[in-house]
């Protein structure tokens, strides 16, 4: 093994065994100004300089330092976190909202990009970039048949705004490649992918993530729902992450009375900070339902515990993931930055968020959604038994427990009948989104006639999608399985329909297909349509 990377493997081990590394780094970069000597600082910075000095061959100290850093914060908890300069890059785009680029939304099907979505008023759509065109050259590249990969993707199309980029594009049925020159441009990241009229009554809202413009895209929900005469609202948080505190607490205050207590964090030398309703919320009235699963973490988790710990709406679904630690970043003068764990977060009631874990054990920690799959949590009732975690009073007197995510006033189970084996196989391979893109390009001028993504989804209930997915699956080496076709049908022809559909008409259009069939979108839609979305409808009732 070369002298340089044998070192730099062990650095960070050697780093692990004393706790004065981290006021080390802080006094080279003047983060913590703590003074010389203390815990232990001035032995490890002598050996440092001792290597440095001495070693048999050159070292570069910074990169040594580099891979150092990561293994001393993330030493620490689960979501204490190191990132380069390039990782914040992305972050930052990713919360802030915005990046610049083309404007697709891609795939990567069979070695070749195929645009999925045009981003409205992007680059792509004034440049004539359609739904199903194939990238095959980048700036006279050769990107097709080169298993590219989706970073890979990234990489090629975002770039300065104002920067020109040639694609060359293979748009079906025309065997020649179109040269299409792009200028990229200012993309928005939006947090809010959907919100629409389920029922005359009832506006759902689909919220990804918590971010730097999140709350304006909320409140531009709601006031389109409104408009439509929307009276109860669905939010829905499932996969939802989290993201900016701020994002979150603002969309609560919508719906809590002045003095409603959101939230309050605190740590060992983190003062309490409590967060309150101030009383300007639009939808304080209006019933709600909100949808978590076993991916809603941190901010969504607060969303969901401020509801339930107020009273003022029901939560459904399934357990949270359980994120709430709370992290200070300082940034670096090399755009890198840390971001660490100084306090945790707490519902109304008192109940943490945070689940256990242990030091050192993060990959086990990140895999519990897993372990929680295997053990049934998501088909059963939740494996956490409730006669073991603690228990805490909602501001009506209800019982809700803490310690391990945030556990739903119902709880839906994942459809297992149709999630069979048969699906995974499809949807793994990614098959269905395969085959959408595939019967689209054969009826493109057909399915580009329609006026409305109702209207297109009504005349794709009438054709043998289902039967034509099988084939075409049949061709790729899955097999059919008649039962669990029978049994996963259903859920395959709308997860189809919605991609189909979403070729021409966005995320708009793909979620009310998708969701015809969706458990969690169903019951909310009963529970607000009988009248038993109020957390004292269910207090003396049980749900399945």
């Not at 040594?64 to 785009?93: C, K, N, W």
């Not at 968020?353 to 054990?361: N, P």
């Not at 995320?507 to 529970?527: H, I, Q, R, S, W």
Request: a negative charge.
């Amino acid at each position: 093994m070369n002298p340089e990377k044998r070192l730099r493997a062990w650095l960070p081990l050697w780093i692990a065994l004393g706790i004065a590394t981290g006021i080390f780094i802080g006094n080279r970069y003047s983060v913590f100004n703590l003074g010389s000597g203390r815990f232990g600082s001035e032995k490890f910075d002598s050996v440092l300089r001792y290597i440095n000095e001495s070693y048999v061959d050159t070292i570069k100290m910074p990169l040594l330092l580099e891979d150092a850093i990561p293994s001393i914060v993330e030493g620490l908890d689960p979501h204490s976190r190191y990132f380069t300069s390039e990782q914040m890059l992305r972050l930052t785009e990713e919360l802030e909202g915005h990046f610049s680029g083309i404007g697709v939304e891609f795939f990567v099907q069979q070695d070749t990009i195929v645009v999925m979505g045009i981003i409205s008023g992007g680059p792509s759509e004034a440049a004539g970039i359609k739904p199903g065109d194939r990238i095959i050259t980048v700036n006279d590249s050769l990107v097709a048949g080169k298993n590219i990969t989706n970073s890979g993707v990234v990489e090629n199309l975002r770039g300065e705004k104002g920067s020109k980029v040639t694609l060359g594009i293979y748009r079906k049925p025309d065997p020649n490649i179109l040269d299409i020159t792009v200028t990229r441009g200012d993309i928005p990241v939006n947090s809010v992918e959907t919100a629409y009229m389920i029922t005359e009554d009832i506006g759902l809202i689909k919220v990804v993530k918590f971010g730097g413009h999140t709350f304006n895209e909320f409140i531009s929900a709601l006031s389109k729902l409104k408009n439509q005469n929307a009276k109860s609202f669905i939010i829905d948080l499932r996969g939802n992450e989290g993201g900016y505190l701020e994002a979150a607490t603002s969309m609560i205050n919508e719906f809590l009375s002045k003095g409603d207590l959101i939230v309050y964090a605190e740590g060992r030398s983190f003062p309490r900070s409590d967060s309150y309703a101030n009383g300007s919320g639009t939808c304080k009235t209006n019933d709600l339902v909100v949808l978590i699963d076993e991916l809603s973490a941190s901010s969504s988790e607060i969303f969901a515990g401020a509801i339930q710990d107020n009273d003022r709406g029901l939560v459904i679904g399934r357990r949270s993931f359980g994120k709430g630690l709370v992290q200070s970043q300082r940034v670096f003068k090399d755009g890198s930055a840390m971001r660490l764990t100084v306090a945790r977060y707490y519902t109304a009631s008192g109940r943490s968020i945070q689940r256990d874990y242990e030091k050192g054990k993060n990959t086990e920690y990140e895999m519990e959604a897993v372990y929680r799959y295997m053990q049934g949590d998501y088909v059963n009732t939740d494996t956490i038994d409730s006669e073991h975690m603690t228990p805490f009073k909602t501001t009506g007197g209800r019982t809700v427990f803490g310690g391990s995510g945030i556990m739903p006033d119902i709880f839906i189970p994942r459809d297992s009948v149709a999630m069979n084996s048969y699906y995974y196989s499809l949807m793994n391979k990614g098959l269905v989104q395969e085959y959408a893109a595939y019967y689209t390009d054969l009826n493109r001028s057909k399915l580009d006639k329609f006026d409305s993504w109702e209207e297109l989804n009504e005349y794709l209930k009438k054709q043998p999608a289902l039967v034509n997915l099988v084939s075409y699956a049949d061709s790729k080496g899955i097999r059919r399985r008649p039962y669990l076709i029978n049994e996963a049908g259903e859920l395959l022809e709308s997860i189809l329909n919605g991609f189909i559909v979403r070729h021409f008409w966005g995320y708009d259009g793909y979620y009310p297909v998708y969701f015809e069939t969706d458990k969690l979108v169903n019951k909310a839609v009963e529970l607000l349509e009988t009248g038993k979305a109020s957390p004292n409808a269910i207090v003396n009732e049980e749900y399945k």
